[in-house]
């Protein structure tokens, strides 16, 4: 039995839909026959919907596009044509080559928090995830809370706990959201020019920031997806040799639904001599790393540090750097052009970087791949909300450990000022006592009882070019409070402790104003408004 809930459509409905979408019933399916800029939109839209991809399609996309052409076409059938002929251009070019060239469109419904930090671990593909922000989460899906049910768990003597306890997390949240909506409404009144509804939305996303928290790592989300079958192989074979159930039985709801229009992209997959051997080459590493993790630091308790730490950087960095922007406008070696920029002034180190960089008019305006010739470790403990947002930046080296209620969890304050903190604190108190009764019996789904507002460790590697869009895009007033504080202290850190300041007077678009002060989503919220309005759809910023 498994625990998803299935969609139901009319008759007409499922004649539209099954031209599109590789089934009708299932949490898994791939986009076909549409135009990319259709599929593209469709996924862009979904990360701020409630509602399932293929209702998205029925209700918001499907008015606007000739159907009628594709009357005949059966997509949740399969495609052996195309089989036959990818078989035969393997044979010509070889797998991986050609593997690099077919990608596809999936949705990932239904899949825990826990899930879709697996599903976007791949650096080399896309990815379009379900927002906190913009969706309510006490939105119930088949008459229940969002959150997975893990079989397992479900048949145990904890099931009816864990039924229980998890749906008290979503009545505190669905509670509490009126509460500081009233809160932020009192503290933010509307402003002339402000229509009704760019006001209610910025409040309810003010309001939904500082509850997300409360939600378990159980809860439920849809994640768009877009690889190579190349990518969704290493993904699979990941997914295949995880310790957690959900991971590994996804995997073969994602695997029915690629062969339907990539299928030899994926035959190494039930080899037992590739993919087997991948798959089980995978989970005895990780077993026994996690052994030897376990016997050489028994019983060592974590010293204290700040929410952020730079760890590993090169004092050289900066001089590396600059001797790499100068290299292509040169005939010299390369540690030749080092040594002459180890004995540049202070004034002419910066003339090199300020015409590297050049008049950078706005933060998409990005320097070149010089920038990649130094990189910054920063270890960081933050709630889980932050983590799961910084961690979907794919040009970066990023490993976390075991989500606990170990590291304790963060309460914004406004949740204090507006008296709702006592059903926060007991909240919390549910979640952390629920995951140490998981422990000892499911240690893989244990995880699902903790909520987002616990804290976890985790470390990022990137390189400054790496670490100038994402300090640069995470900061921007319109972020999230807590991974903007995350990123001015990084920002922070690389000035003063690296030293590394021509490289922090690079990201001149990183904000240091006070994180969680205002409406964050107002100004992004006025703009769209004025691009629904404007017949070109376009708004000068």
């Known amino acids: 039995m498994h625990p998803y809930v299935a969609e139901r459509w009319t008759d007409q409905e499922a004649d539209v839909l099954r031209r599109y979408f590789t089934n009708l019933d299932g949490p898994v399916f791939a986009l076909v026959n549409l135009p990319e800029v259709v599929k593209g939109a469709l996924f862009a839209r979904y990360s701020r919907s409630h509602k399932s991809l293929r209702r998205l399609f029925l209700d918001e996309f499907v008015g606007d596009l000739d159907t009628d052409g594709d009357a005949s076409i059966d997509a949740t059938v399969g495609v052996k044509r195309a089989e036959a002929l990818y078989e035969r251009v393997f044979s010509e070019y070889g797998d991986d080559s050609v593997a690099q060239l077919g990608g596809v469109h999936l949705a990932c419904e239904q899949a825990s928090n826990l899930l879709t930090k697996i599903l976007e671990w791949g650096r080399l593909m896309a990815y379009l995830e379900q927002s906190t ?37 979503f009545d505190t949240y669905r509670a509490l959201v009126p509460v500081m909506s009233d809160h932020y409404r009192a503290r933010h009144p509307k402003e002339a020019g402000d229509s009704d509804f760019v006001y209610r939305q910025s409040i309810k996303a003010k309001a939904f920031d500082a509850l997300r928290g409360l939600l378990p790592a159980a809860a439920l989300s849809n994640v768009g997806i877009y690889g190579t079958g190349q990518a969704y192989e290493l993904l699979l074979l990941r997914m295949r040799g995880h310790a957690l159930p959900e991971a590994r039985e996804y995997a073969e709801l994602m695997v029915a639904e690629l062969r339907k229009v990539i299928p030899s ?18 989970a005895a590493t990780g077993r026994a790393t996690a052994q030897v993790a376990e016997r050489l630091f028994a019983g060592m308790e974590p010293e204290p540090r700040p929410a952020v730490t730079l760890v590993d950087f090169d004092p050289d960095g900066e001089d590396k750097l600059l001797a790499a922007m100068l290299y292509p406008h040169l005939d010299l070696p390369d540690d030749q052009v080092l040594a002459r920029v180890r004995t540049l002034s202070a004034g002419e180190r910066q003339a090199v970087a300020d015409a590297y960089v050049g ?22 403990l933050s709630d889980y909300g932050a983590f799961r947002d910084l961690q979907r930046h794919r040009m970066l080296t990023i490993q976390w450990q075991g989500l606990t209620p170990r590291h ?45 507002a616990y804290k976890l460790r985790y470390s990022m590697e990137l390189n400054a070019r790496a670490a100038l869009h994402m300090l640069e895009l995470r900061t921007s007033p319109a972020g999230h409070p ?24 690079l990201m001149a678009f990183v904000d240091h104003s006070d994180a969680g002060a205002g409406l964050e989503r107002l100004p992004g919220e006025r703009r769209a408004e004025a691009r629904r309005s404007s017949p070109t759809g376009q708004v000068s910023t």
Request: glycine share 8%.
């Open 265 to 282: 992209f994926l035959t190494r997959l039930d080899r037992p001599d590739r993919g087997g051997e991948w798959t089980a080459y995978l």
């Open 408 to 452: 304790g969890y963060v309460m914004a304050d406004d949740v204090v000022s507006a008296g709702a903190s006592a059903a926060f604190e007991e909240a919390m108190g549910c979640s952390a006592a629920l995951h140490d009764a998981l422990t000892p019996h499911f240690p893989a789904q244990a995880s699902y009882a903790v909520s987002l």
């Open 133 to 169: 922000r913009y969706v309510a989460y006490d939105a119930r899906l088949g008459g229940r809370y969002r959150y997975h049910r893990d079989p397992a768990v479900l048949a145990s003597p904890l099931g009816t706990r864990y039924v229980a306890d998890l749906d008290h997390l």
């Open 482 to 505: 807590s991974y903007r504080r995350i990123c001015q202290d990084m920002h922070r850190l690389i000035a003063e402790q690296a030293g590394h300041r021509i490289v922090a007077g």
């Open 359 to 380: 008049e950078r008019r706005n933060r998409r305006h990005k320097p070149g791949r010089a920038l990649e010739h130094l990189s910054y470790r920063f270890d960081v």
